[in-house]
């Protein structure tokens, strides 16, 4: 990381850990949804831009962590700091069988599976009613409160997110700029010549699904505790391409890119369709607007563009 | 006799009813330099992507060091000491060549399941990349991406990546190929000076400068062993001059 994106980061991070004492309750909330949906993206991101596996089924990992911690807190009397550790674990085993699965295909194929995968548990949400109470959601679920602090105020809450979230990142960071990650970016470009040189590529590529899934799960962890409420709908395409598109907009296989696309997608969705009602063609022509400018996201369009005023000037 | 490098029983390849290798048998012994030679479609990368598990052969084995390899994959394959070159440059084209090769050393180094340290923190085997590319003259390009390079560097960068894993075997798959006068000159010298430590297998068309390297030369022809011997033997052959020198 340069110095100036390192300044730039932590600048950040404090207006972020400040947020609460300058804004309004409705910002902090809409500020702990982008957070969740930013750690969402980057955990995919580490699949798309990384690996090259575009998955279409990421928010599967969302889902299941939220409706394991649902379920147990509402049906089998468990206490949220369990139910969250069990949400984790089942997050990452469903990602353990479905990498098994879903890689032995790489491009469209890959792309395919993942989304039949979540499909057929968005299917078993809605239908399995006994459980899931299926159109109707499981409400009525408690917020965790970790070493005792209540976080049912927005603030609290926000800031427990933050700190989640800026674990989030140094691990997904960490994992991305290791010796692993390297070896991850080179089985995206030459997997045939990886593999020559002594490196598992299908390991690779599991182990790096099976570690998205997990982050994925924590942003689930996060998104039931914050609405108090799962319903089918947090699996759906809809929210894995919503994810995708974060991704490809901000940037794939940049640190910031997604975040940057989580935080343009979840503004236009929250603050613009309260003055817009047509937010979803408002989100397109946005998207039109990134393919055409800056193709590769925002992101790479700006190091571009910074590149050329540095160039310009000398 | 001591156990041969590379030895290739019986092996079979067929592509639906095209078969690409009939019949193969092959013995290469530690240390040697082996010339594959044949006309173009003779099934000489076919063979080598048998040999390093790329693809599966229809039937036969192939032994590695006496040791059968035919169901291991191409990475335990590499972890057993063979190393290949490709005939059509692969590379990984943003990096640069220092991390190019880095890969090279990572993939038989347990650090490739490292995920919280990056490369940048393993000072020794950032030396020992310099170390390969210094082997073949591009030392001093170490920080370029390889999308940089003129082509016949990235020919030596190939041989760079084969060359850092100390290979047991290396296959060279045409390693001249397209380039100058001059730069064959310099990887000819390149490939003479490798040691005998390592095994050589090397598929060239251009003659006259490998055939002073080899120490023997297989002749394939639609898939099969035509002619086995000395390069003297080979070259005079009567079914090599018809099938392969045209003359």
């Known amino acids: 990381m340069s110095r100036a994106s390192l300044i730039l980061a932590l600048t950040a991070l404090v207006a972020l850990a400040l947020l609460p004492f300058y804004a309004g309750e409705y910002f902090i909330n809409l500020a702990s949804q982008i957070l969740i949906a930013a750690i969402f993206a980057s955990s995919l991101n580490l699949l798309v831009g990384y690996g090259g596996l575009t998955s279409l089924g990421h ?5 299941v962590s939220a409706y394991v911690f649902a379920w147990l807190t509402t049906h089998a009397g468990a206490g949220p700091a369990v139910a969250a550790a069990a949400a984790l674990v089942g997050a990452t085993i469903v990602a353990c069988v479905f990498g098994l699965v879903a890689l032995r295909a790489t491009g469209l194929g890959f792309l395919m599976i993942t989304l039949a995968f979540s499909q057929i548990l968005w299917g078993l949400a809605y239908r399995w009613a006994s459980v899931t109470n299926g159109d109707n959601g499981i409400s009525g679920i408690p917020r965790f409160s970790p070493f005792g602090l209540s976080l049912d105020g927005a603030a609290a809450f926000y800031w427990f997110t933050l700190a989640l979230c800026v674990i989030a990142f140094a691990a997904i960071a960490a994992f991305a700029s290791s010796a692993f990650g390297a070896a991850l970016r080179g089985t995206r470009d030459e997997p045939r010549r990886m593999a020559a040189l002594g490196h598992d590529v299908r ?20 998104y039931v505790n914050y609405n108090k409420f799962i319903h089918p709908s947090a ?13 490809i907009a901000g940037g794939s296989g940049t640190l910031a890119g997604p975040i940057v696309g989580a935080t343009l997608i979840m503004l236009l969705k929250n603050y613009v369709s309260a003055y817009v009602e047509r937010w979803n063609m408002l989100l397109g022509f946005v998207f039109v607007a990134i393919v055409l400018i ?15 005023i540095r160039g310009g000037r000398k | 006799m001591t156990t041969p490098a590379l030895f290739i029983d019986n092996l079979h390849k067929r592509f639906g009813g095209l078969p690409a290798t009939r019949d193969v048998t092959m013995r290469v012994a530690q240390g040697e330099r082996r010339l594959v030679i044949g ?33 291991l994959s191409p990475a335990q394959r590499a972890h057993r000491g063979i190393a290949r070159t490709y005939q059509i440059i692969t590379l990984f084209q943003k990096d640069t060549l220092e991390h190019n090769v880095m ?45 940089a390079l003129a082509y016949g560097e990235k020919r030596r960068l190939e041989i760079a990546l084969a060359l850092a894993q100390k290979p047991k075997l290396l296959l060279l798959d045409e390693p001249m190929a397209g380039l100058s006068l001059e730069e064959r000159k310099s990887v000819k010298s390149l490939i003479a000076s490798i040691p005998r430590t390592t095994t050589l297998v ?32 080979v070259i005079s052959d009567p079914q090599t001059r018809e099938v392969y020198l045209g003359v």
């Open chain 1, 59 to 63: 928010a599967a990992f969302v889902g």
């Open chain 1, 203 to 222: 390991l690779i590529r599991w182990i790096t699904f099976v570690y998205a899934g997990f982050w994925a799960g924590v942003a689930g962890l996060l």
């Open chain 1, 235 to 247: 699996m759906s395409i809809t929210n894995s391409a919503e994810g995708l598109l974060a991704v």
């Open chain 1, 294 to 308: 800056a193709p590769d996201g925002v992101i790479p369009g700006l190091r571009r563009a910074a590149a050329r």
């Open chain 2, 39 to 71: 006309p173009n479609g003779a099934g000489k990368t076919t063979l080598f992507n048998q040999i390093t598990g790329d693809i599966a052969p229809t039937s036969g084995a192939i032994y590695l060091f006496g040791a059968d390899v035919t169901r």
């Open chain 2, 103 to 147: 890969l090279a050393l990572l993939g038989l180094s347990r650090r490739r399941f490292d995920i919280l340290r990056p490369l940048s923190r393993f000072p020794d085997m950032r030396a020992a990349a310099r170390e390969a590319l210094a082997l073949v003259g591009l030392d001093g390009a170490a920080d370029r991406t390889v999308s």
């Open chain 2, 202 to 233: 090397m598929i060239e068309h251009d003659m006259d400068t490998a055939l002073d390297l080899a120490d023997a030369v297989t002749l394939l022809h639609y898939g099969k062993v035509l002619v086995d011997g000395s390069p003297q033997a």
